[in-house]
């Protein structure tokens, strides 16, 4: 049996039949961050196999930068040693392209390496996951909730960990309806 390089449109397409979304939600303009993090495994696939060009990669899936493409790449590569759900993503779509004949390159380019960061550091990954009490305060409603990790503010309000950091550290003012802080534990 012969087997095929993948292009850009057949990796987005056996995504789609691995998230069970259509191809149309997964290529119109949304910025919800459900549907961004489908298309950064996407991003990612797309370059290390080299189907397109980043701005063509960036239009085959509803965007209009390459510069989106660039960021999805270096999400995955900062998370996919540390966070299962985003292996099991990437490696999903590779199985799934394996099964339908065509050739992937192995992924060998991962910058994850373990080490003792700065827990502050918003480049490096590692630190969403390190306890660093996070107060969460609701501005429309005014309660507030204390969680242990940037990565569980994240989950609790839908807002992107790096943008969570930024405001704790004070290099990015408070918007839209939640307030975070960092804060002592007694």
Not at 57 to 80: K, Q
Not at 94 to 119: C, F, N, Q, W
Request: proline letters at 3%; a positive charge.
């Amino acid at each position: 049996m012969q087997t095929r390089r993948p292009t850009t449109r057949a990796i987005i397409q056996e995504a789609c039949k691995l998230y069970g979304v259509s191809v149309e939600d997964l290529t119109k303009r949304c910025r919800k961050m459900k549907m961004v993090r489908m298309r950064q495994p996407i991003h990612y696939l797309c370059w290390l196999e080299q189907t397109d060009t980043l701005e063509e990669i960036a239009v085959s899936t509803g965007l209009l930068r390459h510069a989106t493409v660039l960021n999805s790449i270096g999400v995955i590569e900062g998370e996919y040693g540390m966070y299962d759900d985003v292996k099991e993503k990437v490696d999903g779509i590779r199985e799934a392209m394996i099964e339908s004949g065509y050739t992937m390159k192995p992924i060998l380019s991962v910058k994850y390496h373990k080490r003792e960061a700065d827990p502050f550091d918003t480049d490096n990954a590692w630190c969403f996951n390190k306890i660093i009490p996070v107060r969460v305060i609701d501005k429309q409603t005014g309660v507030h909730y204390e969680v242990r990790t940037i990565a569980q503010a994240s989950y609790l309000t839908g807002v992107y960990r790096r943008k969570i950091s930024q405001e704790c550290k004070g290099q990015r003012g408070a918007t839209g309806r939640y307030k975070f802080q960092y804060y002592e534990q007694p």
